[in-house]
C-alpha cells in the first residue's frame, strides 16, 4: 500500500483521463526530447524549439538507409523454402500454362456441332470412343458423331473442341460405348486453353518480388524446383540497460524484465532477417564496445536498444565509434522514437534503438525493416498498408509525427488502442496497426486513413 499519492494520481483525480492522457504523452515526449539532448516537450513547453536542429524526416532518414544498403548477394534455395524470400533476377517462363487444352469438367469430350441441337428433349446420340484420365493421352482424333470420356484437366483429344459436362448427359444400360447429350455446348465451352493464363516467355515476377505464396504456386507450375533469391542479413540483438534482468530471473529492486528483444527477433525473422540473440549489455563503455565489437563478428546488422541518448549512461554511440564505426545520424522527427542511431562499419549497419519498448518497437518497423527487406534485393521496403476509417477522434499535440498505435477491426472501424505514452505496453499489446498523424493535427471521427500493419 503507498502511504502517499503520486502527482499522477493526483492529475487521474483531478482530471479527465484525456487530460492524463495528453500529459503523459508530454512526460513521454520530454523524455524523448531529453535524450536526444534537446529542449523538452512538455504541455508548458512548447516542443517547436526541439526540432529545430538536425532532424531528419523520416523518408530522408529511410531513403539514406537504403541507398546504403548494398546489392542482394544470390543464394539458389528450392521453392518449398522460398516463402518469403526476394527474388533476385526476373523469371521467364518456360512454358505455356496451362500446359495443354484440357478438360474443366467431369463430362465429354465432343465436337460442339455436333451437339449444337441437343436438348432434354431431343438428345443428341453419341458413340463413345475412347476415355481419357487427368495425366493419360489418346493419340486417335474424335471424329463426327463421336466423343471421349474425360475427366478435369483429361488432354482434349485431337478432333473435339469442347466438353459437355456429365449432368448434361445420359447413359443406358443396354447401350454401352452411348452417351446421350441433353444439352448444347458452344466451342471451347468448359475448356481450359493451352497458354490462356501465361504464355512461354513472359515474365511471371520480377527481380525484387517477395516470394509470396501465389508466385510460388505460379513458380511451381511452370515446373522449376528452385529459384535465386537474396541472401538474408543476420541480424544481432543488443539490449543495453544496467537495470536489465532476463525473464525469469530472480529481480532485485529496481531492476527491470528486458522485454524489447523478443518483439524484435521476431520482427527481424518476419522480414527475412536471421535474428541472433546477444546476451545484455550493462552500461559501461567497455562492456558496449566488446558486446558490439563481438556482435558484429557475426552479424551483417547489429540492432541495439537502449542507450542512445545523451545521458551519462548512454554508451551506444561512443562504443560503436571507438570500435571503428562511423554515425551517420541519430535524430528522426518521429514518435515515438527520438533518438535513433544509424552508423555502417565496414560495409555493416548498426540501428541504435531508443530502449523504451514502443518507441524500440515503431523505430524498428519503420527504419530497420526497410534495410532488411533491401538487403534481400526487396523493391518493396514498406509496411503492409490497410485502409480504414477512424471511430474516434486522434489527436496529436506534439509538433512531430506521431505514429500512434490502433486497433483496426474486421469492419474497417479503427480506434485508439489506448494511452499513446512510449512506455504503455498495455496499448501496443491492444493495438494492431499505427496510425501516422501529422503534428498539430487532430484526425476527427469518420477520417479514412492508412493503417500501417505489423503482425
Ligand atoms: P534508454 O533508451 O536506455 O534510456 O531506456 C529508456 C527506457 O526504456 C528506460 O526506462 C529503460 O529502462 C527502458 N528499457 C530500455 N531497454 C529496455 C529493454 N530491452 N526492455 C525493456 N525496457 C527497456
Ligand atoms: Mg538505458
Avoid at 136 to 157: E, M, N
Avoid at 162 to 189: G, I, L, S, Y
Amino acid at each position: 500500500m503507498r502511504s502517499s499519492s503520486t502527482a499522477a494520481d493526483f492529475l487521474r483525480n483531478r482530471h479527465s483521463e484525456f487530460f492524463y492522457d495528453w500529459l503523459l504523452a508530454g512526460v513521454a515526449a520530454a523524455e524523448d526530447d531529453r535524450t536526444s539532448g534537446m529542449k523538452a516537450f512538455s504541455p508548458f513547453y512548447p516542443e517547436e524549439i526541439s526540432d529545430a536542429f538536425g532532424v531528419l524526416e523520416l523518408e530522408e532518414a529511410v531513403e539514406r538507409i537504403l541507398k546504403a544498403v548494398p546489392a542482394p548477394v544470390a543464394e539458389t534455395v528450392p521453392l518449398m523454402e522460398a516463402h518469403g524470400r526476394v527474388a533476385v533476377e526476373p523469371i521467364l517462363s518456360p512454358v505455356d500454362l496451362p500446359l495443354f487444352d484440357n478438360s474443366a469438367m467431369d463430362g465429354y469430350a465432343v465436337r460442339a456441332g455436333d451437339v449444337a441441337a441437343a436438348s432434354p428433349e431431343q438428345s443428341v446420340e453419341l458413340e463413345i470412343a475412347g476415355r481419357i484420365e487427368a495425366g493419360q493421352t489418346f493419340d486417335a482424333k474424335i471424329g463426327t458423331g463421336q466423343c471421349a470420356r474425360v475427366f478435369t484437366g483429361s488432354p482434349l483429344p485431337a478432333g473435339t473442341d469442347a466438353v459437355v459436362m456429365q449432368e448434361d448427359t445420359r447413359t443406358k444400360a443396354d447401350r454401352p460405348n452411348r452417351v446421350f447429350v441433353t444439352d448444347a455446348v458452344k466451342p471451347w465451352e468448359n475448356v481450359r486453353l493451352r497458354g490462356e493464363d501465361v504464355r512461354a516467355g513472359t515474365a511471371l515476377i520480377e527481380a525484387g518480388n517477395v516470394l509470396t505464396i501465389g508466385r510460388l504456386n505460379l513458380l511451381g507450375a511452370t515446373g522449376l524446383a528452385t529459384v535465386k533469391v537474396g541472401q538474408q542479413p543476420k541480424a544481432g540483438l543488443l539490449a543495453t540497460g544496467s537495470e536489465l534482468i532476463e525473464p525469469g530471473q530472480e529481480r532485485k529492486p529496481g531492476q527491470i524484465y528486458e522485454s524489447n528483444r523478443l518483439g524484435l527477433a521476431t520482427l527481424i525473422s518476419k522480414a527475412g532477417g536471421v535474428a541472433r540473440v546477444f546476451p545484455l549489455v550493462p552500461d559501461n563503455l567497455e562492456s558496449t564496445q566488446e558486446a558490439i565489437e563481438k556482435a558484429f563478428e557475426e552479424c551483417d546488422i547489429l540492432v541495439t536498444s537502449g542507450g542512445v541518448s545523451v545521458g551519462e549512461l548512454d554508451f551506444v554511440k561512443e562504443a560503436f565509434e571507438q570500435s571503428g564505426g562511423k554515425l551517420e545520424f541519430w535524430k528522426v522527427a518521429i514518435k515515438p522514437g527520438r533518438p535513433f542511431v544509424y552508423g555502417q562499419r565496414k560495409g555493416k549497419f548498426l540501428f541504435g534503438l531508443p530502449g523504451n519498448p514502443v518507441s524500440a518497437l515503431v523505430t524498428f518497423l519503420l527504419l530497420v525493416r526497410p534495410a532488411l527487406l533491401r538487403w534481400q534485393g526487396a523493391i518493396e521496403t514498406g509496411l503492409p498498408v490497410s485502409r480504414g476509417e477512424l471511430a474516434e477522434v486522434l489527436n496529436n499535440r506534439g509538433s512531430r509525427r506521431h505514429f500512434m498505435r490502433v486497433r483496426m477491426g474486421a469492419d474497417g472501424k479503427v480506434y485508439s488502442a489506448g494511452t499513446q505514452a512510449s512506455h504503455i505496453l498495455s496499448s501496443l499489446a491492444a493495438a494492431n496497426g499505427l496510425v501516422d498523424v501529422p503534428a498539430d493535427a487532430v484526425l476527427p471521427a469518420g477520417t479514412s486513413v492508412r493503417v500501417l500493419r505489423w503482425d
